[in-house]
């Protein structure tokens, strides 16, 4: 059964770069695309950016140009990192499997606990 | 970005209550919408893909129906376990986008 584990610090400064991972336990990375997810009580539910094992990415527009996600096929992990982060960046951060079909990014059928990340000095 | 709207942000009800929620997209998106339920303090967990295909192990007493820009997500029997917030997801776009939620709580 895959299971998806968020880890990275809970705190980060104003201006700073926001640092997050997601483990995948019980299945290769190799076989979906995977997403980062986050949700503030200001914005809802709000997409990230996703990435596929070869290392093809793509973004929410709105964040594009702080985003950046990578992955590490050997650890069966990806990352996330936010960069000039504001107290609008506080929020509950998810990794989470991406369905897709024949290339095409969909819903989100397997998710992570979550880890809060609160952006403060 | 295609923007989803939710209604009604809240709903009252009490068990054994048909319940339905409405979700409505910004422009077309045809069936490419999911379903979400989330109960405080864990992740979201998918009810229902591509409009109306129930997710594996979801309660049948859940159902969706719609496309192009008009969805709904109705619980046909309320129960205990089903007191949360949903939220709908629309994937016409690779930039998905969800509603703000709708929590359905004790009348």
């Known amino acids: 059964q895959v299971h998806l584990q968020e880890s990275g610090p809970g705190l980060v400064k104003p201006s700073e770069t926001l640092s997050l991972t997601c483990t995948v336990s019980?299945?290769?990375?190799?076989?979906?695309?995977w997403s980062w997810i986050r949700q503030s009580p200001g914005k809802g539910l709000e997409w990230i950016g996703y990435?596929?094992?070869?290392?093809?990415?793509n973004s929410n527009p709105a964040l594009k140009s702080r985003v950046t996600i990578s992955v590490d096929t050997s650890k069966n992990q990806f990352s996330l990192r936010l960069s000039s982060v504001t107290a609008a960046d506080t929020a509950v951060y998810y990794c989470?499997?991406?369905?897709?079909?024949?290339?095409?990014?969909?819903?989100?059928?397997?998710w992570g606990q979550g880890t809060l990340v609160t952006v403060s000095s | 970005d295609i923007q989803m709207t939710q209604s009604p942000s809240s709903l009252p009800a009490s068990v054994g209550d048909r319940v339905t929620i409405t979700c409505r997209a910004s422009?077309?998106?045809?069936?490419?919408l999911a379903w979400y339920q989330q109960k405080p303090g864990r992740a979201p967990k998918l009810l229902i893909y591509?409009?109306?295909s129930l997710e594996s192990g979801v309660p049948s007493r859940f159902s969706g129906r719609g496309s192009g820009t008009e969805f709904t997500l109705t619980i046909s029997s309320l129960q205990p376990d089903d007191f949360a917030t949903y939220y709908c997801?629309?994937?016409?776009?690779?930039?998905?986008?969800f509603g703000q939620g709708t929590k359905v709580e004790f009348k």
């Open positions: 422009q077309s998106i045809s069936s490419w």
């Open positions: 989470a499997r991406d369905h897709g079909d024949g290339g095409n990014v969909e819903y989100f059928d397997l």
């Open positions: 019980g299945g290769s990375i190799r076989d979906h695309y």
């Open positions: 997801q629309q994937y016409s776009s690779y930039s998905r986008t």
């Open positions: 591509k409009a109306s």
């Open positions: 990435i596929y094992y070869s290392g093809s990415t």
